[in-house]
């Protein structure tokens, strides 16, 4: 089955740090740009953050601009995203997915290879 596996969210304090990832199984990413996205309970999924195939360019949206970075490590067949200074807001299941132009990520465009998500608490 081809999907990617997204790890590494858990409960933070706030201020706090965490690194998720997001592994393929099944195929290599280094064709694909990958965007995170992220759905907080009663709300809507929105666009974190996207990389292009190469890891040349990045777009960030939204609370997470200057406080999270997202990394890629094409022979790991992984792609990270760093996420610093939590706050409760930030409280959400985080995903990964395939996308198809990182400068529109956030915009319903196609998207494919959605991973279960992994889930990040910020809570004192």
């Known amino acids: 089955q081809l999907q990617l596996v997204e790890s590494g969210g858990g409960l933070v304090q706030p201020g706090g740090s965490l690194r998720l990832s997001c592994a393929a199984s099944?195929?290599?990413?280094?064709?694909?740009?990958i965007g995170w996205f992220r759905q907080a309970p009663g709300k809507e999924r929105e666009g974190v953050s996207c990389i292009t195939s190469s890891g040349a360019s990045t777009n960030y949206v939204g609370s997470g601009k200057g406080r999270f970075t997202i990394s890629r490590d094409n022979a790991k067949n992984t792609v990270y995203l760093q996420m610093n200074s939590l706050n409760p807001a930030d409280t959400a299941v985080y995903y990964c997915?395939?996308?198809?132009?990182?400068?529109?990520?956030?915009?319903?465009?196609?998207?494919?290879?959605w991973g279960q998500g992994s889930q990040v608490t910020v809570s004192s």
């Open positions: 997915a395939a996308v198809a132009d990182c400068r529109f990520f956030n915009s319903g465009t196609w998207s494919e290879y």
């Open positions: 099944g195929f290599t990413l280094d064709v694909f740009a």
